[in-house]
């Protein structure tokens, strides 16, 4: 009757597996093989595609099992905003020029293929072309740079240095002051600033719009460079580096010591007390009165 007919049907369809053509014979163990490719199963010399030798029922149990490469790789919509925060500014990120990210400089320049994107608010500043290297300017004229009375030159740069400092220090807590010596166009002379607090390094630059040094220009925008560990030279900073002046890392020059400690006392009592009435602000609290 029906009722057998169906429960033969039933008996011959449980004994024939799905999806397998009837003219191509699967035996077990080549069944097993042959599923190692999609990352199940498959016996100890077959890595499966994300599974792989004896530990395939672990990758299938977790929790990425069915997603999609850009899924399991990216973490989907959030993953891939992930992933380029993770990228820019390297050497994988095919829009943004690393140079630019790092130095906030590119030998480039507008030539570059790479966007230099130039942020709107930074705790750093660049003053672009703002020290006048005595080894370029004889450079440029032809000379030998070595000539250089090594002394004089650091005595200029002392005074160069204190000047630029003392002028900078008004506008508030200074982190960090660099002073790139490096020969290339892109960086000769550069002057970075970092300050403790970004309002800080906004007032520098509504400050220094429109003024002078040394009969020039002073040319001021917000740097993208806040870790100057990885803007600077090592090989320099060791007194073995090859590439010269030319170098496209910070050749960075330091005032004396006993200058620097000396800005450092000079500057740190305002410093505080800019600190503490800055905390006092943020608190809510009355400015104390003086004398108190």
């Not at 320049?109 to 300017?137: E, V, W």
């Not at 204190?162 to 166009?185: M, P, R, S, T």
Request: aromatic share 10%; hydrophobic share 25%; proline share 5%.
């Amino acid at each position: 009757g029906d009722d057998t007919a169906r429960r033969r049907l039933t008996e011959k369809t449980s004994r024939n597996p799905t999806r397998t053509p009837p003219e191509v014979k699967v035996g077990k163990e080549d069944h097993k093989r042959s599923m190692s490719y999609y990352g199940r199963g498959g016996d100890d010399r077959y890595g499966g595609g994300g599974g792989g030798g004896n530990n395939n029922s672990n990758y299938w149990s977790s929790r990425d099992a069915g997603r999609n490469w850009r899924d399991r790789e990216l973490g989907g919509a959030r993953g891939g905003a992930t992933h380029l925060a993770r990228i820019h500014g390297t050497e994988e990120d095919k829009v943004n020029c690393p140079f630019f990210f790092k130095i906030g400089a590119c030998r480039h320049g507008d030539r570059c293929s790479r966007q230099h994107h130039k942020p709107p608010f930074s705790q750093t500043m660049i003053i672009l072309h703002m020290y006048q290297n005595p080894a370029s300017q004889i450079a440029a004229a032809g000379g030998d740079p070595s000539q250089l009375d090594p002394k004089k030159v650091q005595e200029e740069f002392d005074d160069f240095y204190e000047e630029v400092f003392d002028e900078l220090a008004k506008f508030g807590e200074i982190e960090e002051l660099n002073v790139c010596e490096n020969l290339g166009d892109h960086m000769v002379g550069n002057v970075y600033v970092k300050y403790a607090d970004e309002e800080n390094t906004d007032d520098a630059l509504k400050g220094l719009f429109g003024r002078f040094y040394a009969g020039r220009p002073l040319v001021c925008e917000f740097s993208p460079v806040t870790d100057f560990r990885e803007a600077r030279c090592r090989q320099y900073d060791e007194a073995v580096c090859t590439r010269g002046g030319y170098c496209n890392f910070m050749h960075i020059r330091t005032p004396s010591r006993s200058l620097k400690r000396d800005l450092d006392r000079r500057w740190a009592k305002k410093w505080r007390k800019d600190r503490e009435k800055r905390e006092r602000a943020e608190r809510g609290e009355d400015e104390p009165p003086e004398g108190g």
